[in-house]
């Protein structure tokens, strides 16, 4: 697995590194050489928080902890990323072995801002681009919980239309199917 390890507003000291290197050996029998691991390390208000992004055969894997110290937030986000990656373990070897794994893939996010008042225009602030691939209701879901979001949108290889899985307060799951009128 390749590792990228990057500090904002902290200079990472060599024996820290060494030591997030020696924990993602954990990874290794998960992960082949392909991988790309990136961690993110920032420190504000004497708080530090790590942010690990994994990308392998087309699925991505997130975790972010913060911490008082930096081994406490590393730890917290090994064991985050190790939770995440055993409760998908099976669904994952199953989707790989059958059928090919999803090309690469970019993360989308940001939920869009409520301005709370009814007569105000909306304004679109930010505007993003992302592919859709076709999958299944469970592999949708399976990505939505990998990548820590409330809702995926796909394209339903049953259908061939663009669905929405999302994430409901209850923790089930509901599914946005288009209708036209």
Do not use: C, W
Not at 94 to 118: H, I, L, T, Y
Not at 123 to 142: G, H, N, S, W
């Amino acid at each position: 697995m390749k590792l990228t390890i990057t500090g904002r507003k902290i200079n990472l000291r060599d024996s820290f590194k060494e030591r997030v290197d020696k924990k993602f050996t954990r990874f290794d029998k998960f992960f082949d050489d392909a991988a790309d691991a990136n961690v993110t390390v920032t420190m504000e208000r004497n708080r530090y928080t790590i942010e690990v992004t994994i990308r392998s055969d087309g699925y991505i894997y997130r975790a972010e902890k913060t911490g008082l110290d930096l081994d406490e937030a590393l730890d917290l986000v090994i064991d985050s990323l190790s939770a995440q990656i055993r409760r998908n373990k099976k669904k994952l070897a199953k989707r790989v072995k059958n059928q090919n794994p999803m090309e690469a893939f970019e993360p989308f996010g940001g939920d869009p801002e409520d301005e709370g008042e009814e007569d105000e225009q909306f304004q679109i602030v930010r505007t993003k681009t992302f592919p859709v691939f076709a999958m299944d209701v469970d592999e949708a879901v399976l990505q939505m919980n990998m990548l820590g979001h409330k809702f995926f949108m796909f394209r339903n290889v049953e259908s061939g239309q663009i669905n929405v899985v999302y994430l409901r307060r209850d923790g089930d799951y509901g599914l946005l199917i288009p209708e036209d009128k």
